[in-house]
């Protein structure tokens, strides 16, 4: 059972970015998948969730309109698009089977000009 994010980066004060995960090892589509971040200092928090066929997502108050959590079953893969990015979403952010957790590696997020 393995989840590996990538797509993280430095981007300005406004950009985007779009955050991968690709899972293995488990029936990926019985599981809600979420995204967490988690800044220096602070506790890791919930970003995004998307349920396992994808019809229901829930977001965080502070990135709700910005960010958009989808998934791709037939690939294994669940993504989030970062738009209108601020200094505070600077994280790292972590991918995370729900049910019986499972998290990736992380990504670094810096946004910064």
């Known amino acids: 059972v393995q989840l590996v994010e990538s797509g993280g980066g430095l981007v300005q004060p406004g950009g985007s970015l779009r955050l991968s995960c690709a899972a293995s090892g488990f029936t990926f589509s019985s599981y809600a998948m979420s995204w967490y971040r988690q800044a220096p200092g602070e506790e890791r928090k919930l970003v995004a969730s998307?349920?396992?066929?994808?019809?229901?997502?829930n977001y965080a108050n502070s990135v709700k309109g910005r960010f958009t959590i989808s998934r791709d079953n037939a690939k294994k893969m669940v993504y989030l698009q970062m738009n209108s990015l601020k200094a505070e979403d600077t994280a790292v952010y972590y991918c995370?089977?729900?049910?019986?957790?499972?998290w990736g590696q992380g990504t670094q997020v810096t946004v910064s000009s």
């Open positions: 995370e089977r729900e049910g019986v957790p499972v």
């Open positions: 998307i349920s396992g066929a994808g019809h229901s997502t």
